[in-house]
């Protein structure tokens, strides 16, 4: 066989020619193995069995060294397949001089593959999910869903006596709190609620559910030039703007749609908590300030007084 220059591609030539190094390579490491397994025999004495063996063993390695020298060296000659696997007009790419700068094409290679490991594994996930299929498909929902009337909500509409005589009962349960009603702006009730010497808090209602709270402190404006209750403006001291957080925190906990009036009951008693927000200590570390800020959390169960760092 000539060495002549390689082809690109795949040199067919050195390919079949190392097909059959291979088979040589295999017959000669069996030998190996048959020589091994027969031994020293058929030889009269000792000594002429040993010489026997050792000399067939030493010609079947360098059987096997010589064929595998032989195939390593056309291994060399058969070549690289190219790895370029062309993607229309994205093989130019691979033309680029510069590939260790910008590999786009590896990198579109890798996307490519990835693509189709996805499709292959949503086709699997399909074929399960087809499996495990409900009984009452989507469209009977849908054409059940349609054949019943809507209910309308109740509890979003509700007469504003009924609000007032549930606000009126709060009232009377914390003497210790004050609530004013008032409806600026049509139906919607806005409570102004004075925790004793400590905060006020304006909560902004819809019919009974609670849509906003600002709590500020008790020597603070709590109205705009125009009279009106100022719910956009935070307050000044950092303490109230932590439980106001904590509030819409509150707002998050305490839902129950079926009975607004216990959720504006809980959150009012909640709120009530903070009547003592400068006497009493953390539950935790048992200091009452931290960071120059007093316990501004309260359980939601126990009312405990917490750190906002103490509660985790």
Same mark, same amino acid.
């Not at 058969?78 to 229309?88: I, Q, R, T, Y």
């Given at each position: ?13 050195? %390919? ?50 010589? @064929? ?19 993607? =229309? ?81 709060? @009232? ?36 009974? %559910? ?80 931290? @960071? ?14 917490? =750190? ?5």
């Amino acid at each position: 066989m000539a060495d002549g220059a390689l082809s690109p591609g795949v040199n067919l030539e050195a %390919f079949s020619q190392a097909i059959a190094a291979i088979q040589a390579l295999r017959s000669s490491v069996t030998r190996v193995f048959d020589c091994l397994k027969d031994g020293m025999r058929n030889k009269e004495t000792l000594e002429g069995r040993e010489k026997g063996f050792v000399a067939a063993f030493q010609e079947s390695l360098h059987s096997v060294s010589r @064929d595998l020298g032989e195939l390593e060296r056309l291994s060399n000659l058969v070549g690289k397949p190219s790895e370029n696997h062309p993607l =229309h007009n994205s093989g130019l790419l691979s033309l680029d001089p510069v590939q260790d700068k910008t590999p786009l094409y590896s990198q579109l290679l890798q996307a490519y593959k990835w693509s189709n490991k996805l499709q292959y594994h949503a086709g699997l996930a399909s074929g399960l999910l087809n499996q495990q299929s409900l009984k009452r498909s989507a469209n009977q929902m849908g054409v059940s869903a349609k054949r019943r009337p809507k209910a309308q909500p109740t509890t979003l509409v509700l007469p504003p006596q009924y609000i007032d005589d549930v606000i009126s009962r709060i @009232d009377r349960m914390f003497p210790e709190m004050s609530i004013q009603l008032s409806r600026p702006n049509g139906t919607s009730a806005m409570l102004l609620v004075t925790l004793g010497k400590v905060l006020k808090v304006i909560v902004v209602m819809r019919s009974l %559910f609670i849509d906003r709270t600002i709590v500020k402190g008790y020597n603070e404006n709590v109205y705009t030039e125009d009279g009106k209750l100022d719910i956009w403006s935070k307050s000044n001291y950092q303490v109230f703007q932590k439980v106001t957080d904590h509030a819409t925190t509150a707002l998050l906990h305490y839902q129950l749609p079926q009975m607004p009036d216990v959720v504006v009951r809980s959150f009012m008693t909640w709120l009530r908590s903070y009547i003592k927000l400068f006497q009493a200590p953390c539950q935790r570390c048992g200091k009452f300030l931290q @960071d120059g800020l007093p316990p501004t959390w309260r359980d939601f169960r126990t009312l405990e007084a917490f =750190h906002d760092t103490c509660r985790q």
